[in-house]
């Protein structure tokens, strides 16, 4: 059983920066991140494959958002800057198997319990 936990969520102001931490119990193939707004549905943030560092972006947070893996630390981090209100959403860290089709939720198995960020204007 893969466990996830997240970390790092606050609040800021628009133009700041936050770095989200997910530390991993176990090993998987591929790594997520996805967010939630009230009222909203689950929306694909990045995606990360262990085995080559190949990383996906939606495109509202391409050039701003960055996510890396720390192999030594089974940890997985999402870099986030010039945040904007609109990325105010809860975030959560997700884990599964495949390598493909990353951007969609039913892509990963196992999924933390989540970390606000709120983004002030």
Do not use: H
């Not at 193939?29 to 707004?37: E, P």
């Not at 089974?74 to 800057?81: A, E, F, I, P």
């Not at 990325?87 to 319990?113: H, I, K, S, V």
């Amino acid at each position: 059983q893969v466990q996830l936990e997240e970390s790092g969520g606050g609040l800021v102001q628009a133009g700041g920066s936050l770095t989200l931490s997910c530390a991993v119990s176990g090993r998987t193939f591929s790594m997520g991140w996805f967010r939630q707004a009230p009222g909203k549905e689950r929306e694909f943030v990045a995606a990360f494959r262990w085995a080559d560092g190949i990383a996906y972006y939606a495109d509202s947070v391409k050039g701003r958002f960055a996510i890396s893996g720390d192999n030594a630390k089974n940890t997985v981090y999402l870099q986030m800057n010039s945040l904007k209100p609109e990325d105010t959403a809860m975030y959560y860290c997700a884990a599964g198997p495949r390598d493909y089709r990353l951007e969609r939720t039913n892509a990963f198995d196992y999924w933390g319990q989540g970390t606000q960020v709120t983004v002030s204007s």
